[in-house]
């Protein structure tokens, strides 16, 4: 269960280089008694998450949207977008900093309604954005490690990590570097579809690499036909080298199948065959109404093809 509304500009995010407004959620997690491993559920308790991300509505009159200066402390507004030279860097990844996407909070509520997909898993987060859907497992007990280009990771991932984190995590599961959030905890790395996959994405000291994860997430990753083949074929390597399994949600915004129209927006089912293509199996997990436009948001579950497990 969530709850979310919006707030304003926090001091963590001055000198961020833009305005940022702070979406709040409470998502509501189950407590366990101390019973051991497979102990009952003994009532609920609320982890508040605050996510912050580009204000694209705020005002360009020199005024933060309270009324006061902007989130960095300066009373001007940058009318250049200062992620835009870094390396990695797109107009699709800038996308990220502004929103939480429809497909997005739809994959936190599936997981919020079944959090033992999640729950004590390393799980990694692909094209985490503003990192709603990570952070969310880890509030549900997952140890997450949340990733996208070098621009998001650092100026927003890292920023959300950190004003949602309450000390260094310790368990055994948790990924390098990582902070407690909720039952579980949350760290980031750089991880761009478009390179190859790091061998050592935390630094040389830990052999520990994302190949070592249980889970793999993802929400409106491939909105764009020209996101969906690095995008499938990062995440078909992960799950044919060690990732057991993947949970997608995929937000269809497509006006046609056709990818020889020209038209920009990926269908669900181009999706479903690239991941096929891909050496990977697919099945719906959860199905529900968009908001508008009279398309879908599909919840899939994705195994390598020859796993013969497919849920």
């Not at 094209?127 to 996208?148: F, N, Q, R, S, W």
């Amino acid at each position: 269960m969530t709850r979310c509304d919006d707030g304003g500009a926090r001091d963590g995010w001055r000198g961020c280089g833009h305005r940022v407004r702070v979406k709040t959620l409470d998502v509501v997690v189950a407590r366990e008694n101390a019973e051991g491993e497979g102990a009952s559920t003994t009532g609920e308790e609320t982890v508040r998450l605050r996510i912050g991300m580009k204000d694209l509505g705020a005002r360009d009159d020199g005024e933060g949207e309270d009324g006061g200066e902007d989130g960095d402390g300066t009373d001007e507004s940058p009318e250049v977008d200062p992620y835009f030279f870094d390396e990695g860097y797109s107009v699709a990844a800038s996308t990220g900093f502004a929103r939480v996407w429809e497909g997005a909070e739809a994959l936190s509520s599936f997981l919020t309604r079944a959090p033992e997909r999640c729950r004590g898993k390393r799980v990694v987060e692909l094209g985490a954005g503003v990192g709603e859907c990570g952070l969310v497992a880890a509030c549900l007990g997952a140890h997450v490690c949340l990733t996208d280009v070098r621009a998001v990771v650092q100026n927003v991932i890292r920023r959300n990590v950190e004003q949602n984190g309450d000390g260094e995590a310790t368990t055994r599961e948790a990924w390098p570097d990582s902070t407690r959030v909720g039952r579980g905890s949350a760290t980031r790395a750089t991880l761009d579809w478009c390179e190859p996959i790091p061998e050592h994405p935390f630094g040389t000291s830990t052999t520990v690499g994302f190949r070592d994860a249980d889970l793999i997430i993802a929400a409106e990753c491939v909105w764009l036909r020209e996101l969906l083949p690095p995008f499938a074929a990062t995440a078909a390597t992960l799950l044919t080298n060690g990732v057991p399994e993947m949970i997608l949600s995929v937000r269809d915004r497509s006006s046609t199948e056709d990818a020889s129209s020209g038209k920009a927006f990926a269908h669900t089912n181009e999706v479903v065959r690239e991941f096929e293509n891909a050496g990977c199996a697919l099945t719906t997990l959860h199905r529900q109404p968009a908001e508008d436009d009279g398309k879908d948001i599909v919840v899939f579950h994705i195994r390598a093809a020859d796993d013969g497990s497919i849920e």
